[in-house]
């Protein structure tokens, strides 16, 4: 890698060359203004196929889509596996959160190991404790499938041993999942014409990934909850109000979208990309407030998500030497200690890092 990376204030246009254009551009949706979150992958081993991603792609609103009705997918049937053990079960072990991994397998591996929830064999060593993952499992980095084949290995170990361990949906399982199942689809964008698989490409995603992608993968993916309560934290993975669009209780919100990845229509899941890919609703003036409106509606005492790396959130740029701003160490507590981002930025070398913390935070925990 040459240079340092490059980012911008997440409310304003990057001065940075644009990437080359891409056939069939797609760009990832976003809160109603371009926002150019670019940054260099990190300096890492790749995996065979592995294709670098030199920017992450402006993030452009979209126009409403008119839902329609359309079969379903012969890959993806209506009735699907339950993911990471739904039984109610609560084993009373201390709880973790994961925040956004894009396929940095040893990082995770690595962060878990040191919290001592797995062995140095990568099993699940942490007894009764509970983990929920942020989700954003894949894309940009090196082995996203590696990182839901961990997860799905975990939670049966957990289980066994009286934890849990269990995964919310992210922006990016929806990628993956549009582009496996509508691939160069026309679906309805202010972009223009668009598809999964251009939008897929354009922010991340990985060759070797959908190569080795397969029906258990999907059927667990398209299973996991958009939300979930535990301990007075609510758990969700973007930093929107765009959830309330979809119900009023967390679960009206799962059972919502879990109709939509089930119905077949192109233009509505694209929709529910659309709208997870929405941020920065906690932040700045009005961000207690949306964290409030969250938070009554669905309950619990504080916001905890991922989604949007934290040096966005602060507005970090790079020094003139074009060396990063000081690294995340650590969740960025916010929003009048109503909210709490999980997203370390790992895919920012030299800045950011995969993020794993214990809850509820014994204090406020700085971000730098």
Not at 23 to 50: I, L, N, Q
Not at 136 to 157: K, S, Y
Not at 214 to 236: F, N, Y
Request: aromatic share 8%; hydrophobic share 35%; charged share 20%.
């Amino acid at each position: 890698m040459t240079g340092g990376p490059l980012y911008a204030r997440p409310d304003l246009p990057d001065p940075s060359p644009r990437a080359p254009e891409q056939p069939h551009r797609a760009a990832e949706p976003g809160d109603g203004s371009t926002v150019y979150d670019f940054f260099t992958p990190p300096e890492r081993t790749p995996a065979p196929g592995y294709a670098a991603v030199p920017h992450d792609p402006p993030t452009i609103e979209l126009v409403p889509v008119v839902p329609a009705a359309a079969e379903a997918h012969p890959r993806h049937p209506a009735t699907l596996v339950e993911p990471l053990g739904q039984d109610g079960d609560d084993p009373g072990g201390p709880l973790y959160v994961v925040g956004d991994i894009h396929g940095y397998l040893q990082e995770l591996l690595d962060g878990l190991h040191a919290e001592g929830l797995i062995d140095a064999e990568g099993h699940w060593s942490a007894g009764r404790s509970r983990i929920w993952f942020l989700g954003d499992f894949t894309d940009r980095g090196p082995d996203g499938i590696g990182v839901i084949d961990l997860v799905m290995q975990l939670a049966a170990e957990a289980a066994a041993a009286g934890g849990y361990c269990r995964a919310l949906m992210g922006n990016h399982e929806l990628l993956l999942l549009g582009a496996d199942r509508y691939g160069d689809q026309a679906v309805q964008s202010s972009a223009g014409t668009a598809s999964f698989l251009a939008a897929w490409r354009l922010n991340g995603g990985q060759p070797t990934d959908m190569e080795r992608l397969e029906d258990h993968h999907v059927a667990w993916l398209t299973r996991l909850p958009a939300m979930v309560v535990e301990d007075d934290h609510l758990l969700l993975h973007s930093d929107t109000t765009a959830y309330l669009e979809y119900g009023d209780s967390v679960d009206a919100v799962n059972d919502a979208i879990h109709e939509v990845l089930n119905r077949g229509d192109g233009d509505e899941w694209w929709d529910c990309f659309r709208r997870l890919t929405k941020r920065f609703a906690f932040r700045g003036d009005t961000g207690p407030a949306s964290a409030r409106e969250l938070l009554d509606a669905f309950g619990g005492e504080r916001v905890v998500h991922g989604h949007s790396p934290i040096p966005y959130l602060l507005g970090d740029t790079p020094a003139e030497d074009g060396h990063p701003a000081q690294r995340v160490t650590g969740p960025h507590v916010y929003a009048d200690d109503l909210a709490v981002a999980m997203d370390g930025g790992v895919t920012m070398e030299g800045e950011g890092r995969l993020l794993i913390a214990r809850l509820p935070l014994e204090q406020t925990v700085p971000s730098h």
